[in-house]
């Protein structure tokens, strides 16, 4: 049986690749380039760029697990060359343009549409203003393929918004968490964190407890599908992978 916080952490790992595949694809990183942005500052704007005209304190509440001084450098290198929220919007029409391109080949499309959207309509936004940001955005492209490359960037901002809530009940923070995750140093290194730095077995069991309240939270709009049709999702999933890594 597939319980529907079964399904949020099944579907993780695959969320998380399908959306780094777009944006470490060639292109989209040939085109930030275009923008005059650094790879740094694309990436905090790209992302944060749908919460407006906002400070970057604000920004680095919302983002959690970027160190505050980095997401102000790459919030504030960005706004000197184009308004975050139009990066942002340049990100997502990006995003439509790769789902058409690479996306909508995939012969079970449809299906994964009809299975995704009831997920990300059942999200509850409390506690998450990206996700709510993202979801607010209107989408420029209506074919299958780019509606398919939205739904699953938005039910991965929609994990790492839970993640993040998560871990902060757990009283952790966010390098905390980090650090006592499967990347380490490594991972607080390329999120902008300067040591010293905690030590990671003290707190791996209290972050095992954050994984799981995050799996119970994110399940809640999984609740949507029955258990056939969350199966069937994760399975999807994996087949889009698949399709992608040919």
Known sequence: MVTP???AANARAGLASLVGTFAESPQTLRRARLMGLSG??????????????????????????????AVTDGWEAAAKTTPPVEVATWHLHEL???????????????????????????????????????????????????????????????WL????V???????????????GPEGETGAVAFGWQ??????GPIVRRLMWAESVAGSLAGQAYAALGRAERIELIGLLKSLSHHLAR
């Open 5 to 7: 916080e079964q399904a």
């Open 40 to 69: 740094w500052a694309y990436h905090v704007a790209a992302r944060a760029g749908a919460l407006g005209d906002v400070r970057p304190e604000t920004v680095a509440a919302a983002v959690g697990f970027i160190a505050p001084d």
């Open 195 to 200: 040591p010293p730095y905690p030590q990671a």
């Open 166 to 180: 998560a871990v902060r009940a757990s009283g952790l923070t966010p390098l905390q968490a980090i650090i006592a």
């Open 96 to 158: 439509c343009r790769w789902g058409a391109d690479e996306l909508g080949g995939f012969p079970r499309l449809a299906r994964l549409l009809e299975l995704a959207g009831p997920v990300v309509s059942a999200v509850d936004c409390a506690g998450l203003p990206l996700f709510a940001a993202w979801r607010a955005m209107p989408v420029p492209d209506a074919s299958p393929g780019a509606q398919a490359a939205v739904a699953l960037n938005l039910l991965h901002e929609h």
């Open 161 to 164: 918004g839970v993640h993040l």
